[in-house]
């Protein structure tokens, strides 16, 4: 009886086989893979500002305290971002004609807000708290990174679940005094370890992660 | 509120899964768009973006004023709560305040000024309208001039209708509302004060404007079961809240109220009142035997005991329960009365009647109607549709183009509460204070802007009703900063006055009996059509029938049985007025010979939601607003059968004892030799002992306090963001509420025994739920929740399958795409909304746990269980919901949990609920109760 199949066949057969034992795990792990580049989390994402507003220069140079603008970071979920009256609280005496302020003037002259482009995001099932995390020691820079050089606001965390739940499941390494919770480029010492254990205790931190700590 | 209507073909539908298929995998590729933050302009002081305010106002129904406390998120109203200190709240909200929401956001609200259809500016009403414009129309007098208005106790507005008539002195003035009351002065009652209260054809649990207050009185007297609990009979047609929450409810036909309120009358001692004491009558339900056993226990209690006749009954039965009261000794212990604060009350000349006479003879050239629907809500032989229609010049100012704003030739969009300053009176005569949340919505005027446009008044709302209560009384800057802020006037009931003279009527003979009674009744969900377009409540399952998106004859079984209908036939009911067609819907205990029948639906204006639902019976209530009448029923043969979207559909316990009650006799025969079980029944599930370290949080209802009234079921729909499904999905067992209230009858179709349960997710220790999940989405917290995680979830609904007590939500279809951006507003942004396909349920209000979880730790005080409050136990009139931490022995709920009356539903699954419920304590009188 003559074959049924050509010879061929046999290399086609093993050919399929082991382009589709690549394939079928490839796929998926290449898409997992392709999650967690900075490209698909927008981690490194910095859009351009209606205002070109210079966090390198207000907070290194002048010195200004996050809290100025960012008001509401130690007693709401959000921390805020300054109303146009803010900006001119000093721009009406300096560089109060600038070309780059005429948003904010604009504002204020049409009672219409500067519509910002947000830079962290997180997705609308996503409940975040900033006043628990700088009541617990969860310094600005430990999710913002160095704002303070910074000259156009640039999002340093992948704000993925993975990136939450690894200082969720263990939050003393991220720790740091409250007193110190605006400090950029705060050095981790040697002893963070047992700092962090210090403050664990002492700001009863505990480790929630559990669904509805985040997802409400 | 649509779904997929078309019949899909076999073709279209393989092209659909092809393209669905092909797309699904690249739905998760697409990064988040980019989104914008808007910060403030000028931040205002008392505002923190992010945290939310409250504000106290009030909310005016047929007139009476109900204290609010209205949570907004930067300057969003998106819930709406009870005043704790306001009298006629104390705390709770009822369905109608709490919806209300809806309706300042409700899409098809009327949005322009408009005059024959054509846009026109609100600047072109008020020239129209003005003095100078007005005389030329209506004389020097006004003669022809007529205003209507809702029923309202504002001072504000009093105040500019004495303005109207220094400029006007002969224009008409009207007040209307279908349900207000329009004696001069109106019964008060102190339900704490009473032993024995007998309740006849009074809904006064959940209806009318001091249900709320009268609610928790009654509560407050049945907390404990004990010799000091309070004792209810109610004798009534239709089933009520009220009825079905009472110790003993009697049936009884309508027509035959009075003269059993005359039997009872003689009974309890005065002979001049003819009664055939000797012999035994039926009063097609209740019994002179049982009327001698009431008469005994109230004559027991002289002077703590308290009659309550329905406020829509005749002056007849009004009558003859003052003069029962009177001799009970109860006036001015019990019941007093007070001068009715709502304008023109008691004064025939103020009705709808003289306005349609007037309209009839054609006196009036120009017509301002504010507020209210005339040509829908008034009874139909009065015809005001057609005299309104033949008035030269109409004006009509209201929250929707409805029936009569379609038949207006000015249409001016009214504001709504939230949105204007007003004021009005509580049914204790308490000055209360509405304040604007937010500026209006669709441009809409306030009566009183329409009223100083017309008397060429030039002061803003807020400055006029400061003015007004400067002349109540509340003189200088503190006293009004205080009233705003507390949103009422402390100490200002209104004092008792003498009630007129009692002239009790000489029982009439029973009329003859070959007729059938039918009793008009406000709807639990739209009240009289105002609340109609307001998916809340359209959806919000009926407490005593469950029917939602529809209306119905009300029959007993007895007369559906004898008229040769069951729930679906037509029947066509013929009263003297008109005859109307309507489904027929059996309700068990209703009473025989008699058909309840509902206003509010049936609207034909332009509310979409409201459109084509359930019929209209106002054209057949008499003329002179009588709540009853007769009529002839019969079947209409020619029609189909009617399908009704009603939520339960089984009533019987069938012995499994899920809603438990007893008589406070077995009660105290159990409770003497009770002993706490500390030994749970076995458990298919695993699981750990909880840490005792966090809180552990648990429930308890106690179901001898719950009414069923169901404002806990609205308070959840609105915190949690719950989506309104439509009548087709109900239908399907599609609704979306993750509370619901069960409701059993025990004993005969006739006159069965009833008891509301409101069921939610138990919250097991061991819940089934999570074991079959098969992607992690519910899941169990440390602090004893059964978390549900939306964005986790792949819709097999296992869980569902799997849960004993079905009490999981499926969003079949995507039910918040479909709303409109402004009720996009209503939506309370600590919770997220869900889409398509995803599986949700009861979460014990998590995000008010975290919130206050967080506030305490960021301030560093000690968290207390007691300070979260769920929104139904936040809501909830007599306080049967309680909530708190397992982990605080001394907290109330412990107490309530390890108490002789507490039991896990379906104890013998072993899911462990963290939920649990107080058997009802019936307090039964011995010589009445057939149970041993």
């Known amino acids: 009886m003559p074959a049924l199949f050509p010879r061929w066949t046999n290399t086609a057969v093993r050919t399929v086989l082991i382009s589709l034992a690549v394939v079928l795990p490839g796929v998926p792990i290449s898409v997992m893979a392709w999650q967690r580049t900075p490209g698909a989390t927008g981690s490194g994402y910095s859009p351009d500002q209606p205002v070109p507003f210079n966090h390198l220069l207000h907070v290194t140079d002048f010195r200004i305290d996050c809290r100025y603008c960012h008001a509401s970071a130690e007693r709401s979920s959000v921390a805020g971002l300054p109303p146009s009256s803010a900006c001119t609280a000093c721009h009406n005496e300096v560089w109060s004609n600038s070309i780059a302020l005429a948003p904010v003037r604009q504002s204020l002259a049409t009672n219409r807000p500067v519509a910002w482009n947000r830079v962290n995001r997180l997705p609308d099932f996503v409940y975040f708290n900033h006043s628990i995390h700088v009541a617990k020691g969860v310094g600005c820079e430990t999710c913002h990174g160095r704002v303070d050089r910074m000259s156009q606001v640039v999002r340093t965390a992948p704000l993925t679940m993975q990136w939450c739940v690894d200082c969720h499941a263990n939050p003393g390494p991220k720790l740091r005094p409250v007193d110190e919770i605006t400090v950029m480029g705060r050095a981790v010492g040697a002893d963070q370890v047992a700092l962090g254990d210090e403050l664990v205790r002492r700001y009863k931190v505990r480790r929630l992660t559990n669904c509805t700590t985040c997802h409400r | ?932």
């Open chain 2, 1 to 932: 509120m649509t779904s997929f209507d078309d019949e899909l073909s076999r073709r279209n539908f393989v092209k659909l899964l092809g393209a669905s298929m092909a797309l699904a995998g690249l739905d998760g590729c697409s990064r988040m768009p980019g989104e914008k933050i808007l910060p403030y302009v000028h931040q205002p002081r008392e505002l923190t973006p992010g945290i939310a305010t409250h504000y106290a106002t009030a909310m005016m129904l047929d007139g009476f004023a109900t204290g609010l406390v209205v949570e907004s998120h930067e300057g969003r109203p998106t819930k709406i709560e009870g005043n704790p200190d306001h009298p006629a709240s104390l705390g709770a909200a009822g369905i109608f305040e709490q919806a209300s929401l809806l309706q300042l956001y409700d899409s098809n609200r009327a949005s322009a000024v408009r005059s024959a259809h054509a846009p026109t500016g609100w600047e072109a009403f008020s020239e129209a309208f003005s003095p100078r414009a007005l005389r030329n129309h209506v004389g020097g007098h006004g003669a022809g001039l007529a205003l209507l208005l809702e029923a309202t106790s504002s001072s504000v507005i009093a105040d500019m209708i004495a303005t109207l008539k220094g400029l006007y002195p002969e224009a008409g003035i009207h007040y209307y509302s279908p349900l207000a009351r329009t004696e001069a002065s109106i019964p008060q009652y102190d339900i704490r004060a009473a032993n024995v209260i007998l309740a006849i054809e009074s809904d006064f649990l959940a209806a009318g404007p001091m249900q709320l207050r009268m609610s928790r009185e009654f509560s407050d007297r049945r907390r404990e079961p004990s010799a000091d609990m309070n004792r209810l009979y109610a004798i009534e047609s239709a089933v009520t809240v009220t009825g079905s929450s009472a110790d003993h409810r009697f049936r009884c036909r309508p027509s035959m109220i009075q003269p059993v309120l005359a039997e009872l009358y003689s009974l309890l001692g005065d002979a001049s009142v003819p009664a055939q004491r000797a012999a035994e009558r039926s009063y097609g339900g209740i019994t002179s035997s049982a009327l001698r056993v009431i008469a005994a226990d109230l004559s027991r209690h002289k002077g703590q005991c308290l009659v309550i006749a329905g406020e829509r009954q005749p002056p007849s039965v009004h009558a003859l329960v003052a003069a029962i009261n009177e001799q009970l000794g109860n006036t001015g212990r019990t019941v007093w009365r007070i001068r009715s604060p709502l304008l023109g009350a008691g004064d025939g000349s103020f009705s709808i009647e003289a306005l349609a006479g007037r309209l009839r003879d054609g006196a009036v050239d120009t017509l301002i109607c504010i507020g209210g629907n005339p040509s829908y809500n008034t009874p139909g032989p009065l015809q005001f549709d057609g005299a309104f229609r033949k008035v030269r010049n109409t004006a009509y100012v209201g929250l929707y183009e409805n029936e009569t704003g379609q038949n207006a030739k000015w249409l001016v969009p009214a504001a709504h509460y939230l949105e204007t300053w007003g004021d009005g009176r509580a049914y204790d005569g308490t000055l209360s204070v509405v304040q604007p949340l937010v500026q209006p919505l669709n441009g809409g005027k306030s009566a009183v802007e329409i009223l100083a446009a017309v008397c060429g008044v030039e002061k803003s709302p807020l400055a006029l009703l400061r003015e007004s209560l400067g002349r109540t009384g509340l003189v200088g800057e503190t006293a009004w900063t205080d009233a705003v802020r507390r949103g009422f006037v402390v100490g200002a009931a209104a004092p008792r006055i003498q009630g007129p003279t009692i002239v009790v009527p000489t029982a009439a003979a029973p009329e003859k009996t070959d007729h059938i009674d039918v009793t008009f009744a406000a709807d639990s969900r739209t009240h009289d059509g105002s609340f109609a377009n307001n998916g809340w409540l359209q959806e919000l399952p009926d407490p005593v029938t469950k029917l939602t998106w529809d209306n119905a004859a009300h029959l007993s079984p007895a007369t559906a049985a004898r008229l040769l209908v069951g729930s679906g036939d037509t029947v066509l009911v013929r009263t003297p007025a008109s005859s109307i067609r309507l489904p027929v819907l059996i309700v068990a205990g209703h009473a025989d010979d008699s058909v309840t029948v509902h206003f509010g639906y049936g609207r034909r204006g332009a509310e979409r939601l409201a459109a084509g639902v359930g019929t209209d019976v106002f054209p057949m209530w008499p003329a002179t607003g009588a709540f009853v009448s007769s009529a002839s029923v019969d079947r209409a043969v020619d029609a189909g059968q009617h399908t009704f979207a009603i939520t339960q559909s089984h009533w019987k316990m069938d012995g499994r004892e899920q809603a438990k009650s007893e008589t406070l006799r077995s009660y105290n025969a159990r409770q003497a030799t009770f002993k706490p079980d500390d030994h749970p029944p076995p458990s298919l599930f695993k699981g750990e002992p909880p840490p005792a370290a966090v809180k552990q949080w648990a429930m308890t209802i106690d179901l001898g306090l719950c009414t069923g009234c169901s404002a806990c079921v609205v308070a959840c729909q609105s915190e949690n963001n719950i989506p309104v499904v439509g009548k087709e999905d109900v239908e399907k067992s599609r609704e979306m509420q993750w509370l619901r209230i069960d409701r059993y009858q025990d004993g005969t179709e006739e006159n069965p025994e009833f008891i509301a349960q409101p069921m939610l997710c138990q919250q097991c220790e061991r819940a089934p739920c999570e074991y079959v999940c098969p992607v992690g989405a519910t899941d169990h917290s440390p602090d004893g929740l059964n978390e549900m995680v939306y964005n986790r979830c792949v819709g097999t609904r296992f869980c569902s399958n799997n849960c004993p007590y079905k009490v999981r939500r499926f969003n079949w279809f995507d039910y918040n795409a479909e709303i409109s951006e402004t009720e996009k507003m209503a939506k309370n942004p600590d919770v997220t909304v869900r889409e398509r396909g995803v599986m949700e349920k009861c979460t014990f209000c998590v995000q008010r746990i975290r919130e206050k979880e967080i506030s305490a730790e960021v301030a560093g005080t000690p968290f207390l269980g007691s300070s979260v409050v769920t929104a139904c136990q936040q809501a909830c009139p007599t306080r049967a919901i309680t909530f708190g931490s397992l982990t605080e022995p001394e907290s109330e709920v412990m107490r309530q949990r390890e108490g002789p009356r507490a039991y896990n539903v379906l104890d013998e699954l072993g899911t462990r609920p963290r939920v649990r419920y107080l058997s009802r304590i019936r307090n039964a009188n011995p010589a009445l109760d057939t149970e041993q």
